[in-house]
């Protein structure tokens, strides 16, 4: 099989192209050490789904994206020289951040809003949205792993994420969390570090539980044993340019020279609670 290169300059198997749109791909250096991926990066819904039947305002709340992870994204990946992934549709669509067997892999109530065009959807309807969104996305981190892993640079995985500064009446203390399952190779160091920045709340598995089945970190990091960590970010920090250039910043401070480091990037299976345990809401 030969192979072709996209627009963006990532290999690709000729007979497995992508869709030019469910992906972002930012190109970095492979020698970097990182690969950065933001699941829910966008708000956008292809016009054909007809906003999912719900009104555009819903599409700027937490419920569609998360709010200036994307923003974060971008300037970690410029700061670290690193290659990112993005999704250029909307969680509502489909959430790839979670299991194909997952219950709220297409949302049909989510906080408060019912999402009409996810009513009683049809396993193959579900089944095309995979085949269309979700595929995609995934077969992009992929080949990205397999190409680092081809050219000796095993990555650490970092998944960028957001969360709300007030969940159901309760106000969040965090101003950042970072997620884990088992391995601690990342998430430990990124801990001490921000718990060494004055003012900072840190969330150790908080504001969530790093352990989830089928989640992207359990599929591209934790089953081929790639050092990984899950950033969440209060919504707040980052909603606006200055604050998500100051978050990156940070945590290119906080990466790069973890990155550097092969041995803590050397492929290494550590046990998983990802079938024993979900994620906390």
């Given at each position: 099989m030969t192979n072709s290169r996209t627009a963006h300059g990532v290999q690709q198997a000729s007979g497995s192209a992508l869709p030019p749109w469910p992906v972002e791909h930012i190109p970095g250096s492979l020698a970097s050490g990182v690969l950065i991926l933001c699941d829910h990066a966008s708000n956008t819904v292809p016009p054909d789904l007809d906003d999912l039947g719900l009104p555009r305002t819903q599409?700027?709340?937490?419920?569609a994206?998360?709010?200036?992870?994307?923003?974060?994204t971008r300037a970690l990946a410029r700061d670290l020289g690193a290659p990112a992934i993005l999704t250029r549709f909307s969680r509502l669509v489909i959430d790839p951040n979670r299991g194909r067997d997952d219950p709220t892999l297409v949302m049909q109530v989510s906080d408060g809003a019912v999402v009409p065009g996810n009513r009683g959807l049809s396993n193959e309807a579900i089944k095309g949205r995979i085949a269309r969104f979700?595929?995609?996305y995934d077969?992009?981190?992929?080949?990205?792993?397999?190409?680092a892993m081809a050219a000796g640079h095993p990555p650490v995985i970092v998944t960028i994420h957001s969360f709300t500064p007030v969940w159901r009446g309760w106000v969040r203390p965090w101003h950042a969390g970072i997620l884990w399952d088992a391995d601690p190779r990342f998430a430990k160091p990124l801990l001490a570090g921000l718990a060494a920045e004055e003012g900072l709340v840190v969330g150790d598995n908080e504001p969530y539980d790093g352990a989830l089945a089928g989640d992207t970190i359990d599929r591209h990091a934790t089953r081929l044993g790639l050092a990984n960590a899950l950033i969440e970010i209060r919504q707040d920090l980052i909603g606006k340019a200055a604050g998500a250039e100051a978050w990156a910043?940070?945590?290119?401070?906080?990466?790069a020279p973890l990155a550097l480091r092969a041995d803590l990037r050397r492929p290494t299976i550590h046990p998983t609670r990802t079938r024993d345990r979900l994620r906390r809401h």
């Open positions: 599409f700027e709340r937490h419920i994206y998360d709010i200036g992870a994307a923003a974060v979700y595929d995609p077969a992009a981190i992929t080949l990205s792993v397999r190409n910043a940070r945590f290119a401070r906080l990466l």
